[in-house]
């Protein structure tokens, strides 16, 4: 299993542009998450999904958007990128059952905008 | 959400027990409580969860008196590799199942 895999690894964005950060898992894992974490902090949830084609907003939802059209899948989309998100952004999945709390971790996202 | 305090940073030598206690005076009766171990440049990784009393692992135990009002997360015979920033969350129920993760501890593991 590849487990929770993210591109690209690295970007740099001018202030405006769009952009899609992709989020892939081959565990089969009905819940999905994006995170974003700030230097020096603890991350922050951003979307989140408890399956295909449910989606809902985590704690710092604004400026992105995000879809689950399938349950391998769950991309997060920069609308018009600004220089409040530069950040590292995590993927997330695990098992929705219950009180099982392991979440897997992507590897991240290194966002630039200038 | 129940909030979670825990100390910035630890410093310890290789070799030693290190516990560090995480505080979370308004947790519910269904949260459970989880640990999440991030070394730099990389994602956040399970390490160990917990409702009450002690769990242990291969990689550490927790301990979690009766009242549920603080936790304290055991790395026996710390190494190098251990560095990190270690995150004490708690979780609601399954079907919400968002974390909020604090600035966590910074431990520093020393020859």
């Known amino acids: 299993n590849a487990g929770v895999t993210q591109t690209p690894k690295f970007q740099v964005l001018k202030t405006g542009q769009s952009m899609t950060l992709q989020c892939a898992q081959d565990m089969n894992h009905e819940y999905m998450s994006w995170y974003r974490q700030d230097p020096g902090m603890g991350l922050r949830l951003i979307h989140y999904?408890?399956?295909?084609?449910?989606?809902d907003q985590g704690e710092v939802p604004n400026g992105y958007n995000v879809s689950r059209s399938t349950t391998e899948d769950f991309p997060l989309r920069l609308l018009s990128a600004a220089p409040s998100q530069t950040s590292v952004y995590f993927c997330a999945s695990s098992f929705h059952r219950d009180y099982s709390y392991e979440q897997y971790f992507g590897p991240g996202t290194r966002l630039t905008v200038t | 959400l129940a909030k979670t305090t825990q100390p910035i940073s630890m410093d310890s030598y290789e070799g030693q027990e290190v516990n560090i206690t995480c505080s979370h005076n308004n947790i519910a009766t269904n949260d459970y409580i989880t640990w999440y171990q991030q070394f730099p440049s990389q994602g956040p990784r399970f390490i160990i969860q917990g409702y009450k009393t002690k769990v242990t692992n291969e990689v550490a135990s927790l301990f979690i008196p009766a009242d549920r009002k603080s936790s304290t997360l055991s790395l026996p015979r710390v190494s190098l590799s251990d560095t990190a920033v270690y995150y004490c969350?708690?979780?609601?129920?399954?079907?919400?199942?968002?974390?909020?993760f604090g600035p966590g501890t910074r431990l520093s593991v020393l020859p």
């Open positions: 999904s408890v399956g295909a084609g449910i989606t």
């Open positions: 969350l708690v979780a609601m129920d399954n079907y919400g199942q968002n974390f909020v």
